[in-house]
């Protein structure tokens, strides 16, 4: 079964909706509240987007930003502004890698309409809106993460391969993936010597991405996200770093939570079992933002990729309690 055409369209409508009052930066009726500039990480995908269509940029892009090439130079493809082209690109991803999403919610047994209303949780969010349509790579590396839980579903590992090499030139990060990999090899019982060995080859075509990414970048500094104290304190005092953490993890990070808890508390061992791989994905994200905490102005961006993982834990979980979640909805209709 795949997600129908009506459906397809439908996830596209949303995250257009969504993204729409953000749009290129033009911030409907709410610049007074985010400020009418771009930001710096804009303007670099912007001006390196402006070299590759061979325009001079109006800044000297730096690194890490000229690690980033991939959407900033499909972006330049596009007869469109720059900024707008590399919006476009990702919202074209994001699409992509939501459809795949709801292809791996089918492969589990949920219906159209069940698909449908989970990948609302995951489209129709603070970041989708925040961040994903005011020209960071952001939203194409969140959709990108997400093709790639459906690699891992399918087993596809040559794809998933070349997906985190060419992976990497959008956001290095990717190298999520890598623990979520592991642990599905194991659940799907594909033999560790197999696991670990494909394993290591996704963490080589990792690390390959990212030296030709640092050895063609137009900017030779190196440049590493090293722990600050002074950075720390700065984001946790930051009211802003708390408010954007937890509207950005949030419906299916708080849904993840209680389907954990529940779980647990059911010593239900062989559903937390296969669960783990994806919350061993979230885990991943939730580390990933306490490092950032330390070493970059922190947002919501860095838990981003936590709601990637939990679409496919939605579904293992409503699939196991379907017909007890179905019995409770009942019950509180007919009482009302």
């Not at 369209?9 to 709410?30: A, E």
């Not at 679409?311 to 209709?333: A, D, Q």
Request: aromatic share 14%.
């Amino acid at each position: 079964m795949t997600l129908s055409n009506r459906n397809k369209l439908l996830v596209l409508f949303l995250i257009l909706i969504v993204c729409l009052p953000r749009f290129d930066r033009n911030d409907f009726l709410m610049q007074e509240i985010v400020g009418s500039d771009m930001e710096n990480d804009s303007m670099q995908y912007v001006a390196m987007t402006d070299a590759f269509k061979g325009e001079t940029p109006q800044l000297v892009p730096t690194a890490p930003f000229t690690y980033r090439t991939l959407v900033p130079y499909l972006a330049s493809l596009l007869p469109l502004p720059s900024i707008t082209a590399i919006d476009v690109i990702n919202i074209l991803v994001l699409w992509l890698g939501t459809i795949l999403l709801g292809q791996i919610l089918l492969r589990h047994g949920l219906n159209q309409r069940d698909t449908l209303l989970i990948l609302a949780t995951f489209v129709v969010s603070f970041p989708v809106f925040y961040y994903g349509a005011i020209g960071y790579v952001d939203t194409a590396f969140i959709g990108l993460l997400a093709i790639g839980c459906y690699l891992i579903e399918r087993k596809f590992d040559l794809l998933l391969i070349a997906l985190l090499f060419v992976g990497v030139f959008v956001k290095e990060i990717i190298i999520l993936i890598l623990p979520v990999y592991f642990l599905q090899g194991l659940v799907q019982k594909r033999g560790v010597a197999y696991t670990v060995t494909m394993t290591a080859l996704l963490f080589f075509a990792c690390l390959a991405g990212v030296w030709l990414a640092r050895k063609f970048s137009s900017d030779q500094a190196t440049y590493t996200w090293e722990p600050n104290m002074n950075r720390f304190l700065d984001n946790v005092h930051r009211i802003r770093t708390w408010i954007s953490f937890f509207l950005s993890a949030g419906l299916p990070c708080a849904l993840s939570v209680v389907a954990i808890v529940v779980t647990l508390y059911n010593k239900n061992w062989p559903l937390l079992w296969r669960m783990f791989p994806w919350v061993a994905g979230i885990g991943g994200s939730v580390a990933l933002f306490l490092y950032s905490l330390l070493t970059a102005y922190s947002d919501g961006r860095f838990i981003w990729p936590a709601t990637v993982f939990a679409i496919p834990l939605l579904g293992i979980f409503f699939m196991e309690y379907k017909n007890h979640i179905s019995r409770i909805t009942h019950s509180k209709v007919a009482d009302s």
